[in-house]
């Protein structure tokens, strides 16, 4: 694209950008809802700390995962805008779904559901920006759409708390039209518009693919028959149809997956017996199991793409290195509402408007003020640079979260949750620019999806219910969340093998980017 049509459409794609924000507002809205209502949920469904830290994270965050991998490589070959749409429709209606859930059980399932429709979002997102803006403004973009995720958190608690309240001083318990309680009101009161916004969406226009990129970087960023291609990708991650894609390759592929289910199966097995959670160990060795699958899957059936991004020790150290941050973030997130009414005694109209205030104004400022010291430091040839605003940043927020969770007055948690969330959000920042940055158009949408697949597994299955398990065997909230901060010290060593990686690139093929030829 020349740089005067560029700048003849500068203003539709901030159009462009700010609707994709509004998605992962709610994107984020219909995801973390469930932490403010946590007491009532507790109360009404029976569940431990643990059970929750299963709801919030594991339910959601394995099928999100998984439905990541195929997803994002739809992203990378279908209309990247239909395809965001009808995952919008679908995690919205499975969010008012989670309204009618009258058990465990139920909720899990409209979780799951909520999952996967949700796993379309950031591949296409992503993909989106990355053709709509110059290598030098994406980290910045993306940063702005980031910062939707925590406009969304905050309205999600600010009025999810609100919503709840509200309905259950109305109505007398049993009086209520049929039979609702106010947690289950909220649901729906979330779910609803993101079915309206879907429309929205569906008059955004596709840009061409790798518009500002290298022209050989634009080559093979077709295919054929994408949805075919996206039905071989699932059946590579979906139990049990990934024995008979391994057994397409040859008896040798069959029995290397054979042995990978079976590993998986001993894993659920052994931590099973060692702490009493049969679902929570089930969803997350399928979770490994299905990834373990699509990669083997994607090593024989498309080397060059398996290569780009599952063989980049630049982008596997980013993706490690901030899944593994990502578990202390997701717990705190997760469990600070529970901790400022459960602890510190708040009432949870309190704890939704100041803990969702925060998370929006601090997870804002972080993530676009990170986002853009990232652009300004890494340039157009230093991406290794962004690595060390993420690195900065972790080391931050680990910081703050173990004050604020040894804080003995609300006012004190407060505050270090508001400064807390602008280090937190600042690793997204800067990881999503490195990230982009560090590939070529053609795979962006499933090096997103692996990179969205590392701080999900690491920090969305294991970070709230490793919290929530702590919690009831030290029988403080506080002590289990502080626990899982022995796991940052691990994630700066990954995010250090990154920087090594990207900074070898850089000296050894100046001026063009850091890997494979981008920056």
Not at 14 to 25: D, F, S, W
Not at 69 to 97: E, F, Q, Y
Not at 345 to 368: D, H, K, Q, S, Y
Request: aromatic share 10%; charged share 15%.
């Amino acid at each position: 694209m020349r740089p005067a049509e560029a700048e003849t459409d500068s203003g539709y794609r901030n159009y462009v950008l700010g609707v994709l924000m509004l998605v992962y507002a709610l994107n984020f809205i219909d995801r973390q809802l469930i932490t403010i209502l946590a007491p009532d949920l507790k109360r009404d469904l029976g569940i431990s700390d643990s059970d929750f830290g299963f709801l919030y994270g594991t339910a959601f965050g394995v099928f999100y995962a998984v439905f990541g991998i195929p997803l994002g490589k739809l992203a990378d070959h279908w209309s990247r805008v239909r395809l965001l749409t009808v995952g919008l429709a679908l995690w919205s209606a499975m969010t008012a779904m989670s309204g009618f859930a009258r058990n465990f059980a139920q909720l899990g399932a409209a979780r799951i559901g909520v999952g996967v429709g949700e796993a379309t979002a950031s591949p296409c997102a992503y993909s989106l920006v990355s053709d709509y803006f110059p290598p030098h403004r994406r980290a910045l973009a993306l940063s702005v759409y980031s910062a939707g995720l925590y406009l969304g958190g905050g309205i999600s608690l600010a009025f999810g708390s609100k919503i709840a309240a509200d309905w259950n001083a109305h109505f007398a318990v049993g009086q209520a039209p049929f039979g609702l309680v106010g947690w289950q009101v909220a649901f729906l009161a979330v779910g609803v518009p993101g079915l309206l916004l879907a429309l929205l969406v569906t008059t955004l226009r596709e840009p061409p693919r790798g518009r500002f990129d290298p022209p050989e970087a634009e080559a093979d960023v077709a295919a054929a028959k994408p949805l075919a291609d996206f039905m071989r990708s699932l059946e590579g991650v979906l139990p049990p149809f990934t024995l008979f894609a391994a057994a397409r390759h040859g008896t040798n592929a069959l029995a290397i997956n054979a042995l990978g289910a079976a590993i998986a199966c001993l894993l659920v097995w052994g931590m099973a017996h060692l702490t009493g959670d049969l679902v929570q160990w089930a969803a997350f060795a399928l979770g490994c199991y299905a990834v373990f699958s699509w990669g083997q899957n994607l090593r024989l059936s498309d080397r060059p793409t398996f290569d780009a991004v599952c063989r980049s020790r630049a982008l596997v150290g980013v993706t490690l290195g901030y899944g593994l941050v990502t578990i202390v973030g997701y717990a705190m997130t997760a469990f600070a509402p529970l901790y400022a009414i459960e602890v510190l005694g708040a009432n949870p109209r309190e704890a939704g408007f100041m803990l969702g205030g925060a998370g929006t104004l601090g997870g804002i400022i972080g993530v676009v003020g990170a986002g853009a010291l990232a652009d300004r430091l890494a340039g157009t040839e230093r991406n290794y640079r962004r690595v060390w605003v993420i690195a900065g940043t972790a080391v931050g927020s680990a910081l703050l979260y173990a004050l604020m969770f040894t804080a003995t007055s609300r006012g004190a948690f407060y505050a270090l949750n508001f400064i807390g969330w602008i280090f937190f959000s600042g690793t997204l920042g800067g990881s999503s620019g490195a990230v982009v940055n560090a590939v070529a158009p053609r795979v962006r949408g499933i090096a997103t999806a692996g990179f969205v697949l590392g701080s999900t597994l690491l920090g969305l299955a294991l970070g709230p219910y490793s919290a929530g398990k702590f919690s009831s065997l030290l029988g403080s909230l506080g002590d289990g969340l502080l626990v899982l901060l022995v796991v940052v010290p691990f994630g700066l060593a990954a995010l250090a093998v990154a920087e090594r990686e990207l900074r070898r690139a850089t000296r050894t093929a100046p001026g063009a980017g850091e890997l494979s030829g981008y920056a």
